[in-house]
């Protein structure tokens, strides 16, 4: 049986990525038909590749053409002297191939992207113009509940004019694609779309967002066979009440899903998905962390949760 191949890069090299990809690949330890592309500096912590070879057997090569090479359930250990979102770009492409099964990846400033000279803000926007995809919503599933941004990286004062028929629809059919991939206690349950405005617009009181939109994004949803509820008061969606009465919440902007997932979830779950790409790419949902780069206090769960959802999605 041919190995699953699941590229993981490791972000910045002054982050704590590659700390948490080793101690989360001593979590995970080795699998059956499972073979791991990780993406490192030439420069590491040994102390971490040590962590690896507890579990792993680790071949080290320069590149991705070399690790291509080797087949069976082997940490393929590619040290890199690219920059870091050059290994997003290229495991992107190779996903385009159908060379690499999956990708998860670490935490990438939006400094070292600029440094690689791409012009993209962030993974996301990298995964987009490599896959020609149009429409990407960043997705999150954690142990509480999980979230779909309508909207991503965009100044407030531009989230009202951005959102239409057209992105909220295309935004709902990615969170649907999420939740058919959900736990079936999980994926028979609706999706609850919050409302932009206080109160969710007091019928036209607070704002008229949700009047010129929702009636005609529940009737597509209708038509999609989509169960929908909503628009959700945003300030009582996240109450514990309503966490397993939603498989997905759909909200309208960045900070809408994001303080409330966060705030929740902490470091101890938590996983980034990205929506509308043709393959399977999983991140953790914190940053850099260069506060604490090498104090080995970095907690790795977020990437193991990465990695296993990748292993899932691939497989599915």
Not at 18 to 36: C, I, R, S
Not at 156 to 171: I, V
Not at 198 to 212: N, R
Request: proline fraction near 5%; include cysteine; glycine fraction near 8%.
């Amino acid at each position: 049986m041919t190995s699953l191949k699941v590229a993981l890069t490791t972000g910045d090299t002054d982050g704590i990525g590659f700390e948490v990809a080793a101690k989360a690949l001593d979590k995970l330890g080795p699998k059956k038909n499972l073979q791991v592309l990780l993406w490192r500096s030439e420069d590491v912590n040994k102390k971490y590749l040590q962590l690896i070879d507890k579990k792993w057997q680790r071949i080290t090569v320069d590149s991705l053409d070399e690790a291509y090479k080797i087949e069976g359930s082997y940490l393929i250990d590619i040290a890199s002297d690219l920059n870091p979102a050059e290994w997003v770009e290229l495991s992107a492409k190779a996903c385009l191939q159908k060379k690499i099964h999956a990708l998860a990846t670490g935490p990438l400033s939006k400094t070292s992207i600029k440094a690689a000279g791409f012009k993209d803000l962030g993974h996301t926007d990298i995964l987009k113009r490599v896959s020609k995809s149009k429409s990407v919503n960043m997705g999150f599933i954690g142990d509480k509940f999980n979230v779909v941004l309508a909207t991503g990286h965009i100044p407030l004062k531009k989230t009202s004019p951005s959102l239409n028929f057209t992105t909220l629809a295309q935004a709902l059919l990615n969170a649907n694609k999420m939740r058919l991939m959900l736990p079936a206690a999980q994926s028979t349950r609706p999706i609850g779309i919050l409302g932009l405005n206080p109160h969710a617009g007091e019928k036209g009181l607070i704002g008229q967002e949700e009047l010129v939109l929702f009636p005609q994004l529940l009737s597509f949803a209708k038509e999609n066979k989509i169960p929908l509820e909503g628009p959700l008061v945003p300030d009582a969606a996240f109450l514990p009440s309503n966490w397993k009465r939603y498989s997905v919440y759909l909200t309208l902007y960045h900070d809408q899903g994001l303080i409330p997932f966060k705030m929740i979830h902490g470091q101890d779950s938590g996983v980034h998905i990205s929506l509308g790409i043709p393959f399977v790419r999983t991140s953790v949902d914190h940053g850099t962390a260069k506060d604490i780069f090498g104090k080995n206090v970095a907690n790795p769960n977020s990437m193991l949760d990465s990695l296993r959802w990748a292993i899932k999605f691939a497989r599915l």
